[in-house]
């Protein structure tokens, strides 16, 4: 009585890669989840199931190619071949129009935590389900 793949595929995600957190930030990311769970229950289980399974690390031992807050992340998406450059910022701070999006985004929990390298499932909000890599990570200096 083993499941099928499509079954399997919808209890685990598949190659989900390694995270990594800012302990400075988590407790911010943790209340915004929280907080969530009533307008965005689906966004909000997942960042918290992201975070429930990250490795929490001091500011200073975060490495400098993980996306975390305020940092640049560059990425391509392997379907269409399109490489875009975002910052990923808390919700008071995103702007679109200045590529600043929201670790309350699908795309901003997706991204949070990972390094250079790594690629990752993202459903688009067309239910379409694409693979991304990070192709960079930049530091943000100002208000460091």
């Not at 079954?7 to 990594?20: C, G, L, M």
């Not at 997942?46 to 031992?61: F, T």
């Amino acid at each position: 009585m083993s499941l099928s793949p499509a079954a399997s595929r919808k209890t685990r995600t598949p190659r989900a890669p390694k995270i990594v957190i800012n302990e400075a930030e988590l407790g911010h990311i943790e209340a915004l989840a929280e907080g969530a769970l009533d307008r965005n229950p689906d966004l909000a289980d997942r960042l918290l199931g992201e975070l429930g399974r990250a490795r929490i690390v001091k500011p200073a031992k975060l490495p400098v190619d993980v996306v975390s807050i305020g940092r640049k992340v560059t990425y391509r998406d392997e379907t269409t071949g399109q490489v875009k450059s975002v910052t990923l910022v808390y919700p008071e701070a995103a702007d679109i129009d200045r590529q600043k999006i929201s670790v309350m985004t699908p795309i901003g929990v997706a991204l949070l935590g990972l390094a250079k390298g790594a690629s990752f499932f993202w459903d688009t909000r067309d239910d379409e389900r694409r693979t991304l890599t990070v192709i960079e990570v930049e530091s943000q200096t100002e208000g460091a």
